[in-house]
């Protein structure tokens, strides 16, 4: 029943900011690590940025002084905020999270639907 519901995507013109979101929901017991992943047409899906329980952030290089990731456990959301936007920031993006829902069963990932985001050149 665990749910990772995803917002905030669409059009944007290059040098312009999106802010996306994704909450997850649903039976949780130990919420890990969250982050975010794109995929553009006939690529792989590669990570954008995630972010411990406690803070500690990661990006990839392509987006680094660009976009921030945050979080609120509180809400169980985590958050995206795109900055700068490039036509080569176009792609899909999943959000994922490591969590189990009970100490009797594993750690696993979930994803997201995935959110559209197009940067307009």
């Known amino acids: 029943q665990v749910q990772l519901v995803e917002s905030g995507g669409g059009l944007v013109q290059a040098g312009g900011s999106l802010r996306l979101s994704c909450a997850a929901s649903?039976?949780?017991?130990?919420?890990?690590?969250m982050g975010w992943y794109r995929q553009a047409p006939g690529k792989q899906r590669d990570l954008v940025a995630d972010?411990?329980?406690?803070?500690?952030?990661n990006y990839a290089d392509s987006v680094k002084g660009r976009f921030t990731i945050s979080r609120d456990n509180v809400k169980n959301t985590v958050y995206l905020q795109m900055n700068s936007l490039e036509p080569e920031d176009t792609a899909v993006y999943y959000c994922?999270?490591?969590?189990?829902?009970?100490?009797?069963?594993?750690?696993?990932?979930?994803w997201g639907q995935g959110t559209q985001v197009t940067v307009s050149s």
């Open positions: 994922h999270a490591n969590l189990r829902t009970s100490w009797y069963n594993p750690f696993s990932d979930y």
């Open positions: 649903g039976r949780i017991f130990s919420l890990n690590d």
């Open positions: 972010i411990t329980s406690g803070g500690s952030t």
